[in-house]
């Protein structure tokens, strides 16, 4: 496994060798103020260890993966249901967390309903430190969108008036199945269900190529105007981008007016959360935990609700305008699950129809 080594030149002009704490992270979570702070921790503690943000940013499960299996990360920002994906690949990347280390003392401000969730568990052992969640939301620029003309039920989307002006996320195609179902009125986790039930029949005819489902989620793909990676872009022919939250803050600096829709039937909601690789020890395993305990605390907390438009996992913030108007808002039958091996290969074989189909119905719109 590769370590990352940084030279420094101390006062007597010898070198010496400051080793790597690599944060593998999605973009905007970790600011280049977060790591003069925390590596000042760190120095003030006698820890000759660093942290530094690698690249690429996480993308999506697969991607994320990927790059802890190859031993390229040491701390990472796993959205929880990631942890017990697929026969529970990733589990076996991370060590459980010492939530009673001393270098953790902002756990226990953490909120009790986050903090004992069986996705991020085995039995008594917690593999994940919340840090901070949100929903997969749509936002509409209410510059060029009136209050009249926002969409109410997700089945809006698939109206001809907003074709080729809404983006969806590409890499994490579950979100876009989700809605699709729930637009159907059903769960946007039914695919687990029937896999749960051992339904194979009604998984067949799900499968099918002239399935309601494939066929609405062949639109879907079919009049996106837009399909994003790591996070949305925005340009003036989109009046409605899918995302996780983040980046709208930073648009909205820019003086645009980007608005939460709120569909009647609810959003999907996520957590994501601070983890240990399972190779983490000693000395770098400490300044991991002091690593965590500075991104739960006051200060980036606050950061998470005022910048990135998230919900806080911490009781220190000043606020936290999501839980406070919806309470129960990771305690409901959105908030995504892990999906097993089955289940997500039943995803990507319905992603893969719908994106062949979505692309011969452009070439057949392009020609007309």
Same mark, same amino acid.
């Given at each position: 496994?590769?370590?990352?080594?940084?030279?420094?030149?101390?006062?007597?002009?010898?070198?010496?060798?400051?080793?790597?704490?690599?944060?593998?992270?999605?973009?905007?979570?970790?600011?280049?103020?977060?790591?003069?702070?925390?590596?000042?921790?760190?120095?003030?503690?006698?820890?000759?260890?660093?942290?530094?943000?690698?690249?690429?940013?996480?993308?999506?499960?697969?991607?994320?993966?990927?790059?802890?299996?190859?031993?390229?990360?040491?701390?990472?920002?796993?959205?929880?249901?990631?942890?017990?994906?697929?026969?529970?690949?990733?589990?076996?990347?991370?060590?459980?967390?010492?939530?009673?280390?001393?270098?953790?003392?902002?756990?226990?401000?953490?909120?009790?309903?986050?903090?004992?969730?069986?996705?991020?568990?085995?039995?008594?052992?917690?593999?994940?430190?919340?840090?901070?969640?949100?929903?997969?939301?749509?936002?509409?620029?209410?510059?060029?969108?009136?209050?009249?003309?926002?969409?109410?039920?997700?089945?809006?989307?698939?109206?001809?008036?907003?074709?080729?002006?809404?983006?969806?996320?590409?890499?994490?195609?579950?979100?876009?199945?989700?809605?699709?179902?729930?637009?159907?009125?059903?769960?946007?986790?039914?695919?687990?269900?029937? /896999?749960?039930?051992?339904?194979?029949?009604? =998984?067949? #005819?799900?499968?099918?190529?002239?399935?309601?489902?494939?066929? *609405?989620? $062949?639109?879907?793909?079919?009049?996106?105007?837009?399909?994003?990676?790591?996070?949305?872009?925005?340009?003036?022919?989109?009046?409605?981008?899918?995302?996780?939250?983040?980046?709208?803050?930073?648009?909205?600096?820019?003086?645009?007016?980007?608005?939460?829709?709120?569909?009647?039937?609810?959003?999907?909601?996520?957590?994501?959360?601070?983890?240990?690789?399972?190779?983490?020890?000693?000395?770098?395993?400490?300044?991991?935990?002091?690593?965590?305990?500075?991104?739960?605390?006051?200060?980036?907390?606050?950061?998470?609700?005022?910048?990135?438009?998230?919900?806080?996992?911490?009781?220190?913030?000043?606020?936290?305008?999501?839980?406070?108007?919806?309470?129960?808002?990771?305690?409901?039958?959105?908030?995504?699950?892990?999906?097993?091996? /089955?289940?997500?290969?039943?995803?990507?074989? =319905?992603? #893969?129809?719908?994106?062949?189909?979505?692309?011969?119905?452009? *070439?057949? $719109?392009?020609?007309?």
């Amino acid at each position: 496994m590769a370590i990352g080594l940084i030279f420094c030149l101390c006062s007597t002009g010898e070198l010496w060798a400051k080793e790597s704490l690599r944060i593998f992270t999605w973009d905007g979570y970790v600011t280049k103020q977060d790591l003069t702070q925390v590596n000042k921790l760190l120095s003030e503690q006698n820890y000759d260890i660093e942290a530094k943000v690698i690249t690429p940013f996480a993308d999506d499960a697969d991607q994320m993966f990927n790059v802890i299996r190859a031993g390229k990360a040491d701390v990472t920002f796993l959205t929880l249901f990631f942890i017990k994906m697929q026969h529970q690949r990733m589990l076996h990347l991370l060590q459980p967390i010492n939530t009673q280390s001393p270098r953790l003392s902002n756990y226990q401000a953490l909120e009790p309903s986050l903090t004992d969730i069986p996705m991020g568990m085995v039995e008594n052992k917690k593999f994940y430190i919340p840090w901070g969640g949100g929903a997969y939301g749509f936002y509409v620029n209410r510059n060029q969108v009136e209050k009249q003309d926002i969409p109410v039920s997700l089945n809006d989307l698939w109206l001809p008036k907003w074709q080729g002006r809404v983006s969806y996320n590409l890499s994490q195609e579950w979100y876009n199945i989700g809605i699709t179902l729930m637009s159907m009125g059903k769960s946007p986790f039914y695919i687990n269900e029937l /896999v749960r039930k051992h339904q194979h029949a009604r =998984l067949i #005819e799900l499968k099918a190529e002239n399935s309601d489902l494939i066929t *609405k989620l $062949t639109r879907l793909y079919a009049n996106a105007g837009h399909l994003w990676h790591s996070g949305p872009v925005f340009h003036e022919n989109l009046h409605i981008v899918s995302s996780w939250g983040p980046e709208i803050m930073r648009e909205n600096t820019k003086g645009n007016n980007w608005q939460l829709i709120q569909f009647k039937e609810g959003s999907m909601v996520w957590l994501d959360t601070i983890n240990f690789v399972h190779s983490l020890k000693g000395k770098k395993l400490e300044a991991a935990e002091i690593f965590a305990n500075y991104f739960i605390g006051k200060q980036v907390q606050n950061r998470i609700v005022t910048s990135l438009s998230m919900v806080a996992a911490s009781s220190l913030v000043e606020s936290n305008p999501i839980i406070d108007n919806n309470p129960t808002f990771f305690q409901n039958d959105l908030f995504v699950p892990p999906y097993d091996t /089955v289940s997500g290969n039943i995803v990507t074989t =319905l992603t #893969e129809r719908a994106l062949a189909g979505a692309k011969i119905m452009q *070439k057949a $719109t392009s020609q007309d």
